[in-house]
């Protein structure tokens, strides 16, 4: 039974020594490219020197497995995956200098936030990795509470909180990570428009029905802002169309005028009539102008003037 004991208290004794006490963290900072939309792939590394002087007899310093992070910036409207990996795997002694490797993706709508920024676009996220002279079994039973504590969804710093307190005081080092994404995005605004229609008659429109030879025509002015680089490139889908609540009932085309005397318009564009739509969505409105895909250069008159659309009002 002795004998026993001795060769156990042999085979653990390394394991479970924890020769250093210390507690080392780093803060590193990432910004976010601000055309990551149109470009939407992003690495960083990052290293550090550790030089823990409480660290005494035998001790095995251990680099902790890192997890992928998924972040919601503004709300959760952006989420953007975080690929955590180890820039290196030489063995690591006091002291010594390592780092890591942060490449950025987007993530799904439906990905499960582990960190928000709520409605701001910056979030510190704390022990993205870490490492650990503890010994094996401390580290499998801090791994475990860790990913418990995700599952259970109490957030990544709460359980980095828990991870940290679990293994303070058998050597631990770790870096923070600063996250920060100032969003660019397209925005086309357009100028305030009146067309004055020339007189026309009542007796005109009783002989005829509509009158389309008195006719005013004028131009839907777009100023886009927040474009990228020197080909001016979109950073997000758009659509142009027309709405209002002065819609005759029934109709998509016809306005009615401030008086209700029987006259109304309509407005056409390229020889078709323009549909309107009677609330905020596009519903059946026609569409004027659109970008269909993200990244779209638009033309050079565009970037240098406000874009045009002509309208026909009869």
């Not at 992003?42 to 823990?52: E, G, I, L, V």
């Not at 305030?192 to 839907?220: F, H, M, Q, R, W």
Request: with cysteine.
């Amino acid at each position: 039974m002795k004998l026993f004991l001795f060769i156990v208290m042999l085979l653990i004794l390394p394991e479970t020594y924890a020769a250093c006490t210390g507690e080392i963290t780093y803060q590193d900072n990432l910004i976010i490219r601000e055309d990551f939309t149109i470009n939407p792939n992003q690495s960083a590394t990052y290293s550090h020197n550790f030089n823990d002087t409480t660290c005494s007899g035998t001790y095995k310093i251990t680099r902790m497995d890192p997890s992928d992070i998924i972040v919601g910036l503004y709300n959760d409207t952006v989420k953007l995956k975080l690929k955590i990996a180890w820039a290196d795997n030489n063995t690591l002694t006091m002291p010594f200098t390592t780092g890591y490797t942060v490449t950025v993706e987007p993530a799904s709508s439906g990905a499960n936030v582990n960190i928000s920024a709520g409605s701001g676009n910056s979030v510190l996220i704390n022990g993205v990795v870490s490492i650990t002279s503890a010994s094996s079994a401390t580290q499998f039973t801090a791994g475990l509470r860790f990913l418990g504590c995700l599952l259970a969804g109490r957030g990544w710093n709460a359980c980095a909180a828990d991870y940290n307190s679990y293994l303070r005081g058998a050597g631990l080092y770790s870096f923070d990570l600063f996250v920060s994404y100032d969003r660019k995005q397209t925005t086309c605004k357009p100028e305030d428009l009146t067309i004055t229609l020339p007189n026309i008659a009542l007796s005109e429109l009783y002989n005829t029905g509509k009158v389309s030879n008195k006719n005013a025509a004028d131009n839907i002015r777009l100023q886009c802002d927040n474009l990228f680089g020197n080909a001016k490139q979109t950073s997000r889908k758009m659509t142009v169309y027309l709405s209002s609540s002065d819609l005759i009932p029934d109709s998509y085309s016809v306005l009615r005028g401030a008086v209700n005397n029987g006259v109304g318009f309509i407005l056409e564009s390229g020889g078709k009539t323009v549909n309107i739509s009677n609330t905020a969505e596009q519903g059946n409105a026609s569409t004027l102008w659109k970008v269909d895909q993200v990244g779209t250069p638009l033309n050079s008159d565009m970037n240098n003037n406000p874009y045009y659309r002509q309208l026909l009002c009869l």
